[in-house]
């Protein structure tokens, strides 16, 4: 039986179904029904009813205590989602073992702050006009969220989402990626099995054509979206009234100044470069390394990259680059390389396929304008770059249209700041890579990388509105 849609906490087989494919060997891990208009009004009918009737009035310790079972269940069914994770997104074992914890992290550290009331007093009497006033301002709930999840991070990103919203006492529309929406349909289980209120969150899979079909509600209050930039930029063309949350594409740049820790830097810019293929949109794709340590750097790079990262069976522990997400995204990369060797880049190592996994790639490029430089590559594909002075490789690293984050490898205090004041990014990670996130940072970009702010906190002030409590003194 196809795996259903939930709505209002029921499980419903539509007769529409698509498959679901395991990208390292194509193996059909099973079928999933696909809903429709109807399905996406049926759920915004349900969450909207539980927000009205339940959530919006919930206490604090309720939203905390049903986050917490979560986490716990996450946790004692750890080997049943890394499994998933690995067939289902193609994610090597140790870092699909690292999004589970990610996740559970994401969910406790939710019930936490769930726990807290946020809001602060207002001192009105700070001009005359406001004399014998007090007051006081508070974060409510908005309502009905539409979130829409890409298939990189299939558990976590949408623990990103569901964390939060049911953090604020918020209900939620869910629309997983087509290519993981076994994993989002565990997670909406393990929520319910937790005793999370029907209808709080309600998972939907559909076309592409029906996705936006939720904007058009005024009951939805909070569009979040985490995917491509066309896609996102797109769709908020497409919004009413609602508040927009957008955490796009990337195209990650890190500088390597002459003072670096190449100890350090190699080895942990060699993961960040290659780590699940590149499908993450802070993958590094951009070194840029001061002249006078860019041959060493190369050298060691290259060795590196031959000793630790393997390619293969994402089942094997010593897996770092599985396969992409599909046949397509082979094509378009290989498609982006041959234009950058016919350019004149030079390819120091991989370029090879094999089935649907692409050997790690380091090209030496010179010129900056090739699309393989410009765009988000999702692929285990990372760029070498020369520069003489630190100004010229901010300003390299901002030529990009994406801005979610960079990273640079410095001792100098005056250049840490410099690089923070200058790069237009939403992160700026000193002697790390850009690939690096926490779940309690503020996490988004600048340019064409989005909008707002997600990490749990800052995802909790997206999700709420202020209203302010005045009293005359009498």
Known sequence: MPSPLIINGESIVTAATFPVHAPYDGALLGEFSLGDRTHLTAAIDAAHACFTATTARQAP???????????????????????????????????????????????QLAAELARETPGHLLDLDAFASGQHHFGFVRHFPLGVIYAVTPFNFPLNLVAHKLGPALATGNTVVLKPSPRTPLIAALLVNVLHTAGMPAGQVNLVTCSNDEAAAPLADDRVKLFSFTGSAPVGWHLRSLCRKQKVVLELGGNAGAIVHADADLDFAIPALATASFAYAGQTCISTQRIYVHDSIYETFRTRFLDRIAEAIHTGDPTDARVTVGPMISADAVQRIAALLA??????????????????????????????????????????????HRYTDFPSAIRAVNTSRYGL??????????????????????????????????????????????????????????????KSLIFRQT
């Open 339 to 384: 234009t950058a060797q016919a350019s004149g880049a030079t390819l120091l190592t991989g370029g090879t396929v094999t089935g649907q996994c692409l050997a790690p790639t380091v090209l030496e490029v010179k010129n900056d304008d090739l699309p393989l430089c410009t765009e988000e590559l999702f692929a285990p594909v990372v760029t070498l």
């Open 61 to 107: 310790y309720e939203r905390s205590a049903l986050l917490c079972k979560v986490a716990a269940a996450l946790n004692a069914r750890r080997l049943e989602f890394v499994d998933l994770l690995i067939r289902e997104a193609g994610k090597p074992r140790t870092l699909a073992e690292a999004e589970v914890t990610r996740a559970t992290n994401t969910f």
């Open 405 to 466: 984050q960079a990273g640079v490898f410095t001792q100098d205090i005056g250049r840490i700041f410099t690089a923070y004041r200058d790069l237009d990014v939403g992160a700026v990670l000193i002697n790390q890579t850009p690939t690096f996130r926490a779940e309690g940072q503020p996490y988004g970009g600048l340019k064409d990388s989005g909008t707002g702010r997600e990490g749990v906190r800052y995802a909790m002030e997206e999700m709420t509105e202020l």
